[in-house]
């Protein structure tokens, strides 16, 4: 599968050694759009997961439109875990 990356953006979580980083994406598919988020201290890692997240959504619901593949609402695939 070939996906393009059709936006991508990156927030800070907190301040300080703490900081967590937050990265969005959103690929685009044959016409159709999905999204994906990552959270991660390290915000190369955040970014990764984040892309991973989109492609998981596009390959487990590929023929859904992309207001029901993936809700601007829905958690992380992979959210940060307190320790």
């Known amino acids: 599968m070939q996906a393009t990356l059709a936006d991508f953006?990156?927030?800070?979580?907190?301040?300080?050694?703490?900081?967590?980083?937050?990265?969005?994406?959103?690929?685009?598919?044959?016409d159709v759009s999905v999204h994906g988020s990552g959270v991660d201290t390290d915000i190369v890692h955040a970014s990764a997961k984040a892309y991973l997240d989109a492609l998981i959504v596009s390959c487990v619901r590929p023929n859904q439109t992309p207001s029901i593949a993936r809700p601007q609402t829905m958690p992380a695939l992979y959210p940060h875990k307190e320790v």
């Open 9 to 30: 953006s990156v927030r800070s979580i907190g301040s300080g050694a703490d900081a967590q980083g937050w990265a969005d994406v959103r690929l685009s598919h044959d």
